[in-house]
């Protein structure tokens, strides 16, 4: 969406799924945050997946290092992290931080951010330091509940069989 935001993003969706060699059209929220724990603070890229996406994720199955995949459930309060967010933010399974979103409450004296404490469920390692040091993964209904998306979504994510020939 051009503001962050896509609100009608089934039809989109199911429209991209319907186009041939499409393999799959998934939504997805990433927006990048500050997260905080142990005073310490860090910029993170909050991603907001499908709870079929996490699980199936070819990234993430076997590369988590601590915790399980499966303690990441909508409104559990739990998160998925980097493990070099982890060693930065000097965090661990069951562990509480932070995520500040500049997006909070209009007062008399200018917008207050808003802040959501999340508990540290599994830690992943891909490999790729950019990824490990910044990815803070959720469901999505949590991602849009701390994003104040509604049911809107960032964007759809789109793979196709072969990529030369959208």
Known sequence: GYDGRLANWEEIADSARKTPGVQSATPLI????????????????????TLEDIRTNAILNGKVVAGHLKSIVPESGRVAIGA?????L??????????????GRSTPVGTVPRIVTYTVG?????????????FVIMPMQDAQTLLLLGDGVGMVEIQVENPDNV
């Open 30 to 49: 990433e927006q990048p945050l500050m997260a905080s724990a142990n005073g310490r603070v860090e910029g993170v890229l909050v991603r907001g997946n």
């Open 84 to 88: 070099r967010l982890a060693e930065t």
């Open 122 to 134: 599994p830690i992943f390692e891909v490999g790729i330091f950019e990824y490990d040091k910044a």
């Open 90 to 103: 000097v965090a661990f399974p069951g562990s509480e931080i932070s995520l500040i979103s500049p997006d």
